[in-house]
């Protein structure tokens, strides 16, 4: 503290002095107590930022760990243990897409509020090129300069580009026909009216194709379309949407004919089952039904022939159906180890391929609880078979035959050697005896695939598409009785075989055929 010439004060007298510097104490004070006050205000800033921070880093951290998650619940997710885990993905879906909203609508509010700047994000995809491009082409208002006034010249230009939605809307197609006489014999001649799908309906090939693809495909009930379409002013009843749908599985019933025709056409085909539940009238419960699946997929081994899936229902477990279902097929079968399938070999017209997935589900099963080096090494093993389908996978089915006999066969034929000598090491009520046996009995099932490149080595598209069945569409199925299912497995047919090809269009181009049918 400095005295100046402005502080009047005659500094002979002791009080005088005390009182000058009790008043610059005071001012000192008050200072220090400003200075305090903004100190505080700065540490709390700075608490509420670290708060902010670490909130940020907190649900990255929650969201980067959900999608570990999810990635290894995707990876995991097949057989037996498959439908618990996807429906544990679901609810991780769920809780991530929260937690990115969470974040979105925070780092706006941040942005319309703090000069901080915002965090750099992940690049975005590129909009798809097949879009419809609406350009808007922004040019600068003045004509000349606004510094100078000099002529201004093209430079250069910034383009930017974000999604916009073309709202769905219905409309109404009015038919006139024009009707003519002669004039000589008052003769009538007019038109025929064009033919509908469902006769004497007011729906249309596409209004049908989307109420079919949004129960279907996207699993809207008929209540929630209905409820939709009142909100865009049509008035649509679900009794209406219902009976379109129970109409339509009779128009596609022909194209499902042509799926079920050109599957068994193939010359292999990988077969699956999954239990649904389905209404038991009078039982006050569900019972148990059988979605029988058939895939054709040769594309693994270079063939361009187009995929194809097709499914049916029965009523129960038995033989029979598939034996039903495959009386016209000849070829390779590839399925898993159910005893339905075991009388279709004998013939001779059917040959069996084994699942090597589900040779490796049982020693992976017994390693989840009680690792040991048996089941490390059988693991490995199996690994190194699916490592060299991994890089086959996309060359010609002669090619993958050359190669799997080169490569592959060594591997097998030790693997074979191994589980002999290990199984005689095992007491014979082991898991790990059971599993080596099942291998075992198998072998000529699981090794087929090393004399036809064509074979795969497991059932795993088959499960895939079975998958699909067993999570989207369980709500489904506890709706349904057993004639219900008449109805939708042909609609479920068709969505699953056109989910891939344009569905819609399907529908739209052979409605009128299947009328005609």
Same mark, same amino acid.
């Given at each position: 503290?400095s005295f100046t010439?402005?502080?009047?004060c005659?500094?002979?007298?002791?009080e005088a002095v005390?009182?000058?510097l009790?008043a610059? &104490?005071?001012?000192?004070?008050l200072?220090?107590?400003?200075? &305090?006050?903004?100190?505080?205000?700065?540490v709390?800033?700075?608490?509420?930022?670290?708060?902010?921070?670490?909130?940020?880093?907190?649900?990255e951290?929650?969201?980067? /760990?959900?999608k570990?998650?999810l990635?290894k619940?995707?990876?995991?997710?097949?057989?037996?243990?498959?439908?618990k885990?996807?429906?544990?993905t679901?609810?991780?879906?769920l809780?991530?897409?929260?937690?990115?909203?969470?974040q979105? =609508?925070?780092?706006?509010t941040?942005?319309?509020t703090?000069?901080?700047?915002?965090r750099?994000k992940?690049?975005r995809k590129?909009l798809?090129d097949h879009?419809?491009r609406?350009?808007?082409?922004?040019?600068p208002?003045?004509?000349?300069c #606004?510094?100078?006034?000099?002529?201004?010249r093209?430079?250069?230009?910034?383009?930017?580009?974000y999604l916009?939605?073309?709202?769905?809307?219905?409309?109404?197609?009015?038919?006139?026909?024009?009707?003519m006489?002669?004039s000589?014999c008052?003769k009538?001649?007019?038109?025929?009216? #064009?033919q509908?799908?469902?006769?004497?309906?007011?729906?249309g #090939?596409a209004?049908? =194709?989307?109420?079919?693809?949004?129960k279907y495909a996207?699993?809207?009930?008929?209540?929630?379309?209905?409820?939709?379409y009142?909100?865009e002013?049509v008035?649509?009843?679900r009794s209406?949407?219902?009976?379109w749908?129970g109409?339509?599985?009779q128009?596609?019933a022909?194209?499902?004919?042509a799926v079920r @025709?050109?599957v068994?056409?193939?010359?292999?085909?990988?077969?699956?089952?999954?239990?649904? #539940?389905?209404l038991?009238?009078?039982r006050g419960?569900t019972?148990?039904?059988?979605?029988? $699946?058939?895939v054709?997929?040769?594309?693994?081994?270079?063939?361009?022939?187009?995929?194809?899936v097709?499914f049916?229902?029965?009523p129960d477990r038995?033989?029979? /159906?598939? @034996?039903q279902?495959?009386?016209d097929f000849?070829g390779v079968?590839?399925?898993? =180890?159910?005893a339905?399938?075991? /009388?279709l070999?004998?013939t001779?017209?059917?040959?069996?391929?084994?699942?090597?997935a589900?040779?490796?589900?049982?020693?992976h099963?017994?390693?989840e609880? /009680?690792?040991?080096?048996?089941?490390?090494e059988?693991?490995?093993?199996?690994g190194?078979?699916?490592?060299?389908?991994r890089?086959?996978?996309?060359?010609?089915a002669?090619?993958?035959?050359e190669?799997?006999?080169?490569?592959?066969k060594?591997?097998?034929d030790q693997?074979?050697?191994w589980?002999?000598?290990?199984l005689?090491?095992l007491s014979?009520?082991?898991?790990?005896?059971?599993?080596?046996?099942?291998?075992?009995?198998?072998?000529?099932?699981?090794t087929?695939?090393?004399d036809?490149?064509?074979?795969e080595?497991d059932?795993?598209?088959?499960?895939?598409?079975t998958?699909l069945?067993?999570f989207?569409?369980?709500?489904?199925?506890?709706?349904?009785?057993?004639?219900?299912?008449?109805? $939708?497995?042909?609609?479920?047919? =068709?969505?699953?075989?056109?989910?891939?090809f344009?569905?819609?269009?399907?529908?739209?181009?052979t409605s009128?055929?299947?009328?005609?049918?």
């Open positions: 503290m010439a402005s502080d009047s005659n500094f002979s007298d002791p005390r009182a000058l009790s610059h &104490a005071r001012e000192l004070a200072r220090d107590q400003m200075l &305090a006050e903004k100190d505080a205000a700065l709390r800033k700075d608490a509420e930022i670290a708060a902010r921070d670490e909130k940020i880093f907190s649900r951290q929650q969201i980067e /760990h959900l570990l998650m990635d619940m995707r990876h995991d997710a097949y057989g037996a243990k498959s439908e885990l996807e429906r544990n679901d609810q991780l879906e809780k991530l897409e929260e937690l990115e909203s969470d979105a =609508a925070e780092e706006v941040e942005l319309l703090s000069d901080r700047p915002i750099n992940p690049t590129p798809p879009l419809q609406e350009v808007i082409t922004h040019t208002s003045e004509q000349c #606004p510094d100078c006034g000099g002529r201004l093209k430079l250069g230009e910034d383009v930017s580009e916009e939605r073309i709202p769905e809307t219905f409309k109404v197609v009015r038919h006139v026909r024009v009707k006489s002669c000589g008052d009538i001649v007019q038109p025929p009216a #064009p509908r799908p469902i006769e004497r309906c007011l729906a #090939p209004l049908l =194709a989307h109420v079919l693809a949004a996207n699993h809207i009930p008929l209540n929630r379309q209905s409820e939709i009142a909100r002013g008035e649509l009843d209406t949407l219902a009976g749908v109409a339509s599985s128009l596609l022909p194209l499902v004919e @025709r050109h068994m056409a193939g010359r292999k085909v990988h077969a699956d089952d999954t239990p649904v #539940p389905v038991s009238p009078g419960r019972k148990i039904g059988r979605l029988w $699946t058939y054709r997929d040769d594309r693994p081994a270079g063939v361009d022939t187009a995929p194809a097709w049916a229902y029965s038995k033989g029979e /159906h598939p @034996r279902h495959l009386k000849r079968l590839q399925a898993d =180890a159910y339905g399938f075991g /009388h070999y004998g001779g017209a059917i040959h069996e391929a084994a699942c090597m589900h040779a490796r589900r049982k020693y099963d017994i390693h609880v /009680h690792p040991s080096p048996i089941t490390t059988a693991l490995d093993r199996i190194a078979l699916y490592g060299i389908e890089e086959i996978r996309g060359q010609t002669e090619q993958r035959r190669i799997r006999q080169a490569r592959a060594p591997l097998l693997f074979h050697r589980l002999e000598q290990k005689t090491t014979a009520k082991s898991d790990t005896a059971m599993a080596i046996r099942y291998s075992l009995s198998r072998w000529r099932a699981l087929r695939y090393l036809d490149g064509l074979i080595i059932k795993a598209m088959v499960s895939y598409c998958s069945v067993g989207s569409w369980a709500g489904i199925f506890r709706t349904l009785s057993g004639a219900g299912w008449l109805s $939708t497995r042909q609609c479920f047919r =068709a969505v699953r075989k056109g989910n891939g344009g569905f819609r269009e399907i529908c739209e181009a009128p055929l299947c009328a005609n049918a």
